[in-house]
Structures are given as structure tokens and as C-alpha cells.
């Protein structure tokens, strides 16, 4: 039986968590799933815990300048 594909392979929506770093609060973010070479780069999402506006690592997962945090 064959293996089957992660959602973002085919093509759904992908969700990331993230915690916010002016409330401290864990958010969901839901985008479209693209290709690979834009998951690369960041996103621009604004954050409904503090209303700022947030970068987003779409392969990492992590917020600039907080990609070292665990």
C-alpha cells in the first residue's frame, strides 16, 4: 500500500501556530498551500491576538528574527 501525501502536497490549505511575541499568546494562521519554491520565503500575517503585523518563515515556521528560539 502506498504512502500517503501530507495536505500541503496536494495542494490544501497548511496552518501554522505561532506565538506571539507581543501578547505571548499561541495563534493559528491558515494560507494556501504554494509551490515549493515560495514556501522559502515569508508571509505576511496579521496577528488577531495584538493586531501587529507578523513575518512568518513559510518553511521553518518561525517568526523574523526569532528563528533560533525552539
Known amino acids: 500500500m502506498g504512502r500517503a501525501l501530507p495536505r500541503r502536497m496536494l495542494g490544501y490549505d497548511d ?16 494560507f494556501d498551500a504554494e509551490s515549493n519554491a515560495a514556501r522559502a520565503s ?16 513559510r518553511m521553518t515556521r518561525k517568526l523574523l528574527g526569532y528563528e533560533d528560539d525552539r
Do not use: D
Open 42 to 57: 515569508f508571509i505576511l500575517v496579521q496577528c488577531p491576538a495584538c493586531g501587529k503585523n507578523h513575518f512568518i518563515n
Open 15 to 30: 496552518t501554522i501556530t505561532f506565538r506571539c511575541p507581543t501578547s505571548g499568546e499561541y495563534v493559528q494562521h491558515r
